[in-house]
């Protein structure tokens, strides 16, 4: 696993949090929404990293089971 990177950027609207990418390099690129509070961003950051930790992007699972895994 590479590293983690934590990018707080304006989405279009209040409809996602975050969301999580890995590059060709095998880095993790976390975009949180910088509509949030301050405390729900901390929040959303928490919640991808979770994804990566559990290896979702990896395993073939649907979304609702690695949503439920990374509350």
């Known amino acids: 696993m590479g590293y983690i990177y934590i990018r707080v950027i304006p989405f279009p609207t209040y409809q ?3 969301v999580v990418k890995e ?3 095998g ?3 976390i975009y ?3 509509l949030l509070s301050d405390e729900q961003q901390k929040e959303s950051a928490i919640h991808e990293i979770r994804h990566i930790e559990r290896k979702h992007f990896n ?3 649907s979304v609702e089971f690695a949503e439920m895994e990374a509350i």
């Open 16 to 18: 996602s949090e975050g």
């Open 23 to 25: 590059d060709c390099d």
């Open 27 to 29: 880095n993790y690129n």
């Open 32 to 34: 949180v929404n910088s």
């Open 59 to 61: 395993r073939e699972i």
